[in-house]
């Protein structure tokens, strides 16, 4: 083997031998926004103006009597246990739909939520509602599900 080659050899050896990294893929892009019935817009803009001005009385109000909410490792059951699971609770919350389906008194709406005041913000999670039409044709939420886009700590 010629110089030249074993030096070639010696550095594709290296090469080879180095750890390597493989890159996180590039995060899909986001799914359209789609339009609501007006009857169900009412409750995605209800929300994120009691939301906006930290009014857990109007934000326990969207909710069925026996509406469920995430808390931690939890469930928060009732409007009492909602309204003190949001007290403290608010910000420019925007929230968009991304599907939805209604068959008689009951109904869901999936879409996506960020922060800040001017649109369009940035995804930072991910909801589903689950609806019952109360008396009167109202909707209500029966439960709120919600998932932050963030990867927990460790995982790619």
Same mark, same amino acid.
């Given at each position: 083997?010629?110089? @030249? +080659?074993?030096? #070639?050899?010696?550095?594709?050896?290296?090469?080879? @031998? !180095?750890? =390597?990294?493989?890159?996180?893929?590039?995060?899909?892009?986001?799914?359209?926004?789609?339009?609501?019935?007006?009857? #169900?817009? *009412?409750?995605? *803009? /209800?929300?994120?103006? $009691?939301?906006?001005? &930290? /009014? +857990? /009385?109007?934000?326990?109000? #969207?909710? =069925?009597?026996?509406?469920?909410?995430? =808390?931690?490792?939890?469930?928060?059951?009732?409007? +009492?246990?909602?309204?003190?699971?949001?007290?403290?609770?608010?910000?420019?919350?925007?929230?968009?739909?991304?599907?939805?389906?209604?068959?008689? =008194?009951?109904?869901?709406?999936?879409?996506?939520?960020?922060?800040? +005041? &001017?649109?369009?913000?940035?995804?930072?999670?991910?909801?589903?509602?689950?609806? *019952?039409?109360?008396?009167?044709?109202?909707?209500?939420? $029966? !439960?709120?599900? /919600?998932? %932050?886009?963030?990867?927990? %700590?460790?995982?790619?």
């Amino acid at each position: 083997m010629h110089r @030249s +080659e074993s030096a #070639l050899a010696l550095a594709l050896l290296i090469l080879a @031998s !180095a750890p =390597t990294y493989a890159q996180a893929p590039a995060a899909p892009p986001p799914l359209p926004s789609i339009t609501l019935p007006a009857e #169900l817009d *009412r409750v995605l *803009r /209800d929300y994120e103006r $009691a939301w906006k001005n &930290s /009014d +857990e /009385d109007a934000l326990a109000a #969207l909710f =069925t009597p026996d509406g469920f909410v995430p =808390t931690g490792q939890a469930w928060a059951r009732g409007r +009492e246990a909602i309204r003190a699971t949001y007290a403290n609770s608010g910000g420019g919350l925007q929230l968009r739909a991304l599907a939805f389906a209604v068959q008689d =008194t009951v109904g869901y709406i999936v879409g996506a939520y960020g922060y800040g +005041e &001017s649109a369009p913000v940035p995804d930072r999670g991910k909801f589903v509602l689950a609806l *019952r039409r109360a008396r009167g044709g109202l909707w209500l939420i $029966a !439960a709120d599900i /919600d998932q %932050s886009n963030r990867q927990p %700590s460790g995982n790619p």
